[in-house]
């Protein structure tokens, strides 16, 4: 059994920074995936960012150079660091962990960017 508990999500001005993580808990391996998605309303999820756990990163052209994703192994935890966040950056945000053939998802976070 795998857990993931986003935190870090709010309501900022279009500008401003927020750092999210997910911590995960129960059986981790030490190979996997992590990620974050996320959801605007009425819209499809899409990738955000994800990371190996060699380090290896991939981003949406949306997100490139304004979001950081990073990880540390020893915490099984997961960090996005978003800066110049836009209005269109506003969604509930979802961790997303693969290891082996299963998949894992958060409950989400919602981040919301507006005057």
């Known amino acids: 059994q795998v857990q993931l508990v986003e935190s870090g999500g709010g309501l900022v001005q279009p500008g401003g920074s927020l750092r999210l993580s997910c911590a995960a808990s129960?059986?981790?391996?030490?190979?996997?995936?992590m990620g974050w998605y996320r959801q605007a309303p009425g819209k499809q999820r899409e990738l955000v960012a994800r990371i190996t756990s060699g380090g290896s990163t991939n981003y949406a052209d949306a997100v490139k150079g304004r979001f950081t994703i990073s990880r540390d192994n020893a915490k099984n935890t997961v960090y996005l660091q978003m800066n110049s966040l836009k209005p269109e950056d506003t969604a509930v945000y979802s961790c997303?962990?693969?290891?082996?053939?299963?998949?894992?998802w958060g409950q989400g976070t919602l981040v919301t960017v507006s005057e």
């Open positions: 129960g059986s981790i391996f030490s190979i996997n995936l």
């Open positions: 997303n962990l693969i290891q082996r053939v299963l998949e894992y």
